[in-house]
């Protein structure tokens, strides 16, 4: 089930222009994010974050990887990953997934953010979309504070699973085809990171690893389908879907989000992990 491939470590050095990546995307994230809006086609949205990377010369690790023809995914609604940026015009209560990357100098980053158009408050927005993504959003920093403290890779899956399958409400359903994975000089490397409680322990963790976090959940069953693009991933009974996801590395000094300006410091308080920069 685990790849026998090795996992990259990286230098602090290394690590450090990873950060640089990071920090790019994080700002053209913020900026896709801020462009969405009711009105707004996808590839609109894409091109917003195009913009960001060229200005602050990073190149994107999306565009042309397998033939992919955008810099971001764009997936909305039941659509759960590798959405193909287009003419679709977002609307009040669509629920987006943006996923983007960015290369500095030959290293990579990825990250994912899911917003809600609209909101419940205003009568726009189903709350229950906004539920699935603020738990996916949370399943996200609880992966991400295991892995601060993790001996092994799967102890990433067993926080999320035992977190998420513990929330009041409707049970939400983690997606087993679709992975994190380890990200370097190669935005998809070893090893496999997984969202659920497999009972494996996978590879120990050692300084110098990234991985890239990012639990992928749905409302109803988790049979994925392909369309015809040959990209979209899309539910097989329709239910909405939520990703959120970080680029992190454990180095000799602790944890540090290498997509979050900072580190990870705020979302991280509450789990008890203070972040360490590479270098420190
Ligand atoms: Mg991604
Ligand atoms: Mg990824």
């Given amino acids: 089930m685990f790849s026998r491939r090795s ?33 707004v086609t996808t590839a609109e949205v894409d091109a917003v974050f195009a913009q960001v990377l060229a200005e602050r010369g990073a190149t994107s690790n999306f565009l042309g990887y397998h033939g992919f023809p955008a810099t971001i995914c764009a997936s909305v609604n039941d659509e759960v990953v590798h959405g193909i940026p287009g003419e679709r015009v977002l609307a009040a209560g669509d629920v987006l997934k943006i996923d983007g990357g960015a290369v500095v100098d030959g290293w990579h980053s990825d990250s ?42 799967g102890e990433v899956g067993d926080a999320i699973d035992d977190f998420v399958s513990s929330r ?14 380890g990200i370097g000089s190669e935005m998809h490397m070893a090893p ?24 992928m959940l749905v409302r109803g069953d988790i049979t994925t389908r392909t369309l015809e693009d040959e990209w979209t991933v899309v539910t097989e009974d329709g239910g909405r879907a ?21 580190g990870g410091a705020a979302e991280l308080a509450r789990h008890g992990v203070v972040p360490v920069p590479p270098g420190q």
């Fill in 7 to 39: 996992v990259e470590l990286k230098s602090v050095s290394e690590l450090q222009v990873m950060q640089r990546a990071g920090e790019v995307l994080s700002a053209a994230l913020d900026a896709a994010v801020e462009a969405a809006a009711p009105g």
């Fill in 112 to 153: 994912a953010r899911t917003v809600v158009l609209g909101s419940s408050e205003a009568g726009t927005a189903d709350p229950e979309d906004e539920r699935l993504s603020e738990i996916t959003r949370q399943a996200m920093w609880v992966g991400i504070a295991a892995f601060a403290m993790a001996r092994h890779v």
């Fill in 168 to 181: 009041p409400g409707a049970p939400l359903g983690i997606l087993e085809e679709y992975v994190g994975h």
């Fill in 192 to 215: 496999d990171v997984f969202n659920y409680r497999t009972g494996h322990r996978g590879p120990r963790v050692r300084p110098g690893m990234a991985l890239a976090i990012e639990p």
């Fill in 242 to 262: 939520s990703q959120w996801e970080h680029t992190v590395c454990r180095h000799a000094g602790g944890l540090w989000v290498l997509s979050a300006p900072d």
